[in-house]
């Protein structure tokens, strides 16, 4: 089955700089590549995703990139601030994004630092 | 989006007891499925609610254990059979179209 590897596990950085979390999957059939914020005590929520046809998407502050080739994924959170610290998940799929479940990174713990 | 409820979000129980929670979304969803995440941890698949048929489980999920509906295209349950303390957990559930969304979970303790 599909296995997906986050790193760092960890990330802390300034506030107003960028902060970037990667991934990588084993299954060259995943086509859905969503990310997860996860605040204590919340369920996740869905704050951007990509599909394997697109090698990049941008919305505001947050964008992803996709390697098909490498297999890898990351995502780029550009001007942090306080309220981007929370926990991110990336995950894979092969489903298109609804058809199939999802199997998720190991989470990475975004600190910002004031 | 959708939006999805849970009930219970939390509860406590006695070893070998059940729990069923049950997950509510606001809209029809294509899919909908269940995942397991132990505190700090990450989510695991539980299984795929078929909407009146049998679930879909993942490997090292059984029906026995953790039995699903899913009778209409809004609304699935999870039961918790027979619990150990190895099943405290966050039980979350999520619903899908073209993205998949998740509800708030279930907070499990099993003493």
């Known amino acids: 089955g599909e296995n997906v590897e986050q790193h760092p596990s960890t990330l802390s950085v300034q506030e107003g700089d960028s902060a970037v979390i990667k991934c990588t999957y084993s299954d060259s059939a995943s086509n859905y590549f969503p990310w997860y914020k996860q605040e204590l005590g919340k369920g996740p929520q869905l704050i951007i995703d990509?599909?394997?046809?697109?090698g990049e998407k941008k919305d505001q502050r947050i964008a992803v990139t996709l390697n098909k080739t490498a297999k890898h994924f990351s995502l780029h959170i550009t001007e942090t601030q306080p309220e981007d610290s929370a926990v991110y998940f990336c995950a894979a799929s092969m489903g298109g994004g609804g058809a199939d479940g999802l199997t998720f990174g190991k989470g990475t713990h975004l600190i910002i630092q004031p | 989006s959708a939006v999805i409820s849970q009930k219970p979000s939390r509860d406590i129980c006695q070893r070998g007891t059940s729990l069923t929670i049950q997950c509510q979304v606001d809209?029809?969803?294509?899919?909908m499925f269940w995942y397991r995440q132990q505190p700090g941890q990450s989510l695991t698949l539980i299984a795929t609610?078929?909407?009146?048929?049998?679930?879909?489980?993942e490997s090292g999920f059984v029906i026995d254990k953790f039995p699903i509906s899913r009778p209409n295209l809004t609304f699935s349950t999870l039961t918790v059979s027979n619990m150990s303390p190895e099943d405290s957990s966050i039980y979350l559930c999520s619903g899908s179209r073209a993205e998949q969304f998740f509800g708030p979970g279930t907070r499990l303790t099993v003493l």
């Open positions: 990509i599909r394997s046809n697109v």
């Open positions: 809209s029809q969803v294509t899919m």
């Open positions: 609610a078929n909407q009146g048929s049998e679930a879909t489980y």
